[in-house]
């Protein structure tokens, strides 16, 4: 889900499936290398720093998830920084996950700053912590991305093999925020800016083969906007 930039937005906010190590499992087919799948990668639109997502993968180890939060404002040669990574163990669980109204385990996360964005400003990124009934802080960054634009993806990076088989995937009642106006629901057209639907989807337009047919047969995945712009789902085909 792609969001264009401009308006007073300086937030972005969500529901978003999240699974432990062993309900996510993705498989290594091959000799070397890493699966990995960052699914539903969320970030702030209007110049926001701080990118958050469940991330799911497999070095050679066996499978492990985790939460993380990338420092789009922070780089070294690799790309942006990783300002917080955090195992989605059952402490993680216990504390963020519930399952939504469709029964998926998800967590609600914003990430936003409450001050026009500059480059003093400070991102935060907080979560609901459902044995509290408060919101956690997990971490901020300070600075001012050069781009505009934000969103929620599917990015993954498979080996050659088959695509790995997940369960559903999905982001929920998808919202911009500001701080004069509140939360507006992402729709194609907003107030103050629009969105468009990657399909297939991919991070930056880069397509994920998994969703299309081959000469193997019908796409591993598929991918439905039940409620456009504001919510999207991957699950097996």
């Not at 040669?77 to 998800?106: E, K």
Request: hydrophobic share 35%; aromatic share 14%; proline share 11%.
């Amino acid at each position: 889900m792609f969001i264009s930039g401009g308006g007073p937005y300086t937030g972005i906010t969500g529901i978003f499936s999240a699974y432990s190590s062993s309900m996510l499992q993705l498989t290594r087919p091959g000799a070397s290398g890493i699966n990995q799948l960052f699914a539903p990668l969320v970030m702030p639109p209007d110049h926001g720093c701080l990118a958050t997502g469940s991330y799911y993968y497999n070095y050679g180890s066996g499978p492990q998830a985790a939460f993380v939060v990338s420092d789009l404002c922070a780089f070294d040669v690799r790309g942006p920084l990783t300002a917080l990574f955090t195992p989605m163990n059952a402490n993680f669980l216990a504390s963020y996950v519930r399952n939504d109204s469709s029964g998926i385990p998800s967590y609600e996360s914003v990430s936003f700053t409450p001050d026009p964005p500059s480059d003093a400003s400070t991102w935060y990124v907080v979560l609901y912590d459902f044995q509290t009934g408060q919101w956690d802080l997990l971490t901020s960054a300070g600075g001012n991305r050069p781009r505009t634009e934000g969103g929620s993806y599917f990015a993954s990076s498979y080996l050659m093999g088959p695509c790995p088989v997940l369960p559903l995937i999905a982001a929920s009642h998808l919202a911009l925020f500001s701080a004069a106006g509140g939360y507006e629901p992402v729709g194609p057209t907003m107030k103050a800016t629009t969105s468009r639907v990657l399909s297939p989807p991919g991070f930056a337009d880069v397509v994920d083969n998994c969703f299309l047919a081959d000469m193997t047969g019908p796409p591993s995945y598929n991918f439905t906007v039940p409620t456009p712009n504001s919510t999207w789902t991957v699950m097996p085909h």
